[in-house]
């Protein structure tokens, strides 16, 4: 699964800075999952809101997130772990994040998982049609979302430094000139666990400098 290559096209496509990218997927084999670019930018709406004197007011709003559905087989969580960590790896994130999550209709589920779980499917519940989350190139989002509330899902998430916010100050003794990092990515993907809420964390970076505070 091409992770990387994908984030790439979308970068060279939208040509803003990237805040995060993330990815979520229902624990089957060779279901689709979701990727999604996050990123650092605003717009003015094309119909400004009208203050009391009449007088447009073109408040900037962020800019949508990119939600993409991925369709490409695969048959563990190993393999979207290593599609995750090589991605994490070549734009220079100091780590990547993944989280095992029950389904939130589970009983005794509490109303933050039910938001987490909608978020984490590229969906907001306070959102109105004129200012969506995320612009979705994904048809199965909504039967997946569904699907994972049901049987949990798996997110992964990590901060680009190559074509991101912190290319100034990461401090991190791996990366080359752009923030990037080159191939092969040295960290090697770990077994799921599979419990209510399980969080892994794969160290990426390295730093030999002092930091005074």
């Known amino acids: 699964m091409q992770v990387f290559d994908k984030v790439v096209?979308?970068?060279?496509?939208?040509?803003?800075?990237?805040?995060?990218?993330?990815?979520?997927?229902?624990?089957?084999?060779?279901?689709?999952?979701?990727l999604m670019v996050h990123w650092h930018g605003f717009?003015?709406?094309?119909?400004?809101?009208?203050?009391?004197?009449?007088?447009?007011?073109?408040?900037?709003?962020?800019?949508?997130?990119?939600?993409?559905?991925?369709?490409?087989?695969w048959r563990t969580m190993e393999n979207l772990d290593d599609a995750m960590l090589q991605a994490a790896w070549q734009f220079g994130a100091w780590d990547l994040v993944r989280e095992e999550r029950r389904g939130c209709n589970t009983a005794g589920a509490s109303e933050r998982e039910a938001l987490e779980c909608r978020q984490a499917f590229a969906e907001n519940p306070f959102d109105g049609p004129a200012e969506p989350l995320m612009l979705a190139e994904a048809p199965d989002r909504e039967d997946l979302m569904h699907f994972g509330a049901r049987v949990g899902y798996v997110r992964w998430q990590f901060h680009p430094v190559k074509n991101g916010l912190w290319s100034d100050s990461a401090g991190d003794d791996t990366l080359q000139a752009d923030g990037s990092r080159k191939l092969?990515?040295?960290?090697?993907?770990?077994?799921?666990?599979?419990?209510?809420?399980?969080q892994t964390r794969y160290r990426l970076g390295h730093s030999s400098r002092m930091v005074l505070l």
């Open 184 to 198: 092969p990515c040295p960290v090697v993907a770990r077994p799921v666990v599979g419990t209510r809420l399980s």
């Open 43 to 73: 717009v003015h709406p094309q119909a400004p809101r009208l203050s009391q004197a009449g007088t447009p007011l073109r408040t900037p709003v962020s800019i949508p997130g990119s939600a993409l559905q991925l369709s490409d087989t």
């Open 9 to 34: 096209d979308q970068v060279q496509s939208v040509g803003l800075p990237v805040v995060a990218v993330s990815l979520t997927a229902v624990p089957r084999a060779n279901t689709p999952v979701l």
